[in-house]
T-cell receptor, first 114, second 110 residues
Framework: DGGITQSPKYLFRKEGQNVTLSCEQN?????MYWYRQDPGQGLRLIYY???????QKGDIAEGYSVSREKKESFPLTVTSAQKNPTAFYLC?????????????FGQGTRLTVV | GQQVMQIPQYQHVQEGEDFTTYCNSS?????IQWYKQRPGGHPVFLIQ?????EVKKQKRLTFQFGEAKKNSSLHITATQTTDVGTYFC??????????FGQGTRLTINP
């Protein structure tokens, strides 16, 4: 059953702690993305990756880090430098060929700082 | 950097009324996509437009891509309660960087 999986669904973090959000896809997609969504807001791009071992900053990369060691995996670490991390985090993937770039989203991780 | 602006931010209609959301980019886009996010859910792809002036229809939904490939619109005819959600446009400038608009949240009075 192909798809994109994010875990955990809910995550609670104490202030000052780093936390890593998982994103795995078995769609054989080259591109992967991380977005942040705040209540009633749109999707803001954090990081994206087009190929293994390479990634680019999006519009709000400060306080976040990523890695792309495998094609299937694109974990996001929310560091203590991110001052307002409480949000809904969405991971997505898409193909890179023929100009068609439909993005498939995971179910999201809701992160709360306590 | 590339910016995608979407209006209105909110729209409330009576069931059966039409609905339109507009999307504008600061740069020329190679394509534009539309997504729908139901309350509590994740965005789901609706359609992609690639050609200048392109118009596509999906039942009651009509999507347009501007001649300059900088703007787009989504029009829903005779809304139904199942249309409730937030509609996002997303622009691709060719670098595989998918930038989303702020979304238009549609609520419907039955």
């Amino acid at each position: 059953d192909g798809g994109i999986t994010q875990s955990p669904k809910y995550l609670f973090r104490k202030e000052g702690q780093n936390v890593t959000l998982s994103c795995e896809q078995n769609l054989n997609h080259d591109a992967m993305y991380w977005y942040r969504q705040d209540p009633g807001q749109g999707l803001r791009l954090i990081y994206y990756s087009q190929i293994v071992n390479d990634f680019q900053k999006g519009d709000i990369a400060e306080g976040y880090s990523v890695s792309r060691e495998k094609k299937e995996s694109f974990p996001l670490t929310v560091t203590s430098a991110q001052k307002n991390p409480t949000a809904f985090y969405l991971c997505a993937s898409s193909i890179i060929q023929g100009g068609f770039t439909e993005a498939f989203f995971g179910q999201g991780t809701r992160l709360t700082v306590v | 950097g590339q910016q995608v602006m979407q209006i209105p931010q909110y729209q409330h209609v009576q069931e059966g009324e039409d609905f339109t959301t507009y999307c504008n980019s600061s740069t020329t886009l190679s394509n534009i996509q539309w997504y729908k996010q139901r309350p509590g859910g994740h965005p789901v792809f609706l359609i992609q437009l690639v050609k200048s002036g392109e118009v596509k229809k999906q039942k009651r939904l009509t999507f347009q891509f501007g001649e300059a490939k900088k703007n787009s619109s989504l029009h829903i005819t005779a809304t139904q309660t199942t249309d409730v959600g937030t509609y996002f446009c997303a622009g691709n400038q060719g670098a595989q960087k998918l930038v989303f608009g702020q979304g238009t949240r549609l609520t419907i009075n039955p």
